[in-house]
């Protein structure tokens, strides 16, 4: 039997009653030739450990399959009804390369999966793709990639330049931690059932040499833009009011009228070394 044996992906949701349910996120893509392209944007992943999230009926799990020859598979799923659709692409390929794990991804760290190098490809549940995202965040460095589906409106905020309306908090810290590219958008009528808003794939390669390496740390960067965004249109000795006083902003060369948005990355982690948590984070 191969995965090209299996039955087609609206006759699994039937066997197995996998209606999508809006209380996980789910948003279905029986179209094979679309989650053979989400692969391909993901480049090779021969001899690559694979992450996915909410594989649902299988889709994109079949596609990885069908467009490589990945090392194993690891799929994260909640769902009862999809565990059992998934259970048939695990006796098609064999529980070798295959690992069926039925828990809430948001407490999975990833990074312990397997040694091996790892990729992430996931048309992430919408409820919780941002969350998700930022939980992975200090994992970066064990992971190879990740091909992610966003709303459009997260992908944009996550390639977002300085100055724009969409730049912000989620902006600052993928781009400190990963080079960022969207792949391609996939409108609504892609989808079972159509969600009301175009997504888009997302796909993060993590730096190997981040902007100030060694001095800015994860945590202290977090906390100061946190802090910077927190009202957007405030300036920033008014957002930062106690986290950076007069004179760190000139060391860090930064004029402290400036809003949060008129800061590049690069200038973000210069102020964090001059911010009061330094000595803490």
């Known amino acids: 039997m191969s995965i090209q044996s299996l039955p087609p992906l609206r006759q699994v949701v039937e066997e197995f009653d996998l ?133 459009k409106e997260v992908a944009d905020r996550l390639i977002a330049a300085p100055g724009s309306k969409s730049y912000g908090r989620l902006s600052v810290m993928t781009q400190w931690l990963c080079d960022v590219e969207k792949a391609f958008d996939v409108p609504p009528t892609a989808f079972v059932p159509p969600p009301k808003v175009t997504s888009s794939i997302v796909h993060l390669v993590p730096r190997k040499n981040r902007i100030m390496q060694g001095q800015v740390t994860l945590k202290r960067l977090e906390h100061l833009v946190k802090k910077a965004f927190g009202n957007r249109r405030k300036m920033l000795r008014s957002t930062l009011k106690g986290l950076v006083d007069e004179k760190g902003f000139e060391k860090a060369g930064i004029d402290s009228t400036a809003r949060p948005e008129d800061l590049s990355v690069e200038q973000f982690c210069q102020l964090s070394l001059y911010s009061t948590a330094s000595s803490r984070n």
Request: aromatic share 8%; charged share 25%; glycine share 6%.
């Open 19 to 151: 209606q999508p349910k809006k209380s996980l996120g789910q948003n279905f893509l029986f179209d094979l030739n679309l989650t053979c392209k989400i692969v391909r944007a993901a480049g090779s992943i021969e001899g690559f450990d694979v992450i996915e999230v909410g594989p649902g009926p299988g889709g994109l799990t079949r596609s990885f399959f069908l467009e490589g020859s990945p090392k194993h598979v690891f799929v994260i799923e909640k769902d009862d009804r999809a565990i059992a659709a998934q259970r048939q692409i695990q006796d098609v390929v064999g529980e070798s390369k295959f690992t069926v794990l039925q828990k809430d991804a948001l407490k999975v760290d990833i990074s312990k999966l397997s040694s091996n190098p790892k990729k992430v490809i996931a048309n992430l549940p919408y409820n919780i793709s941002t969350k998700l995202l930022t939980n992975w965040f200090s994992v970066m460095d064990d992971i190879s990639s990740l091909t992610l589906m966003f709303q």
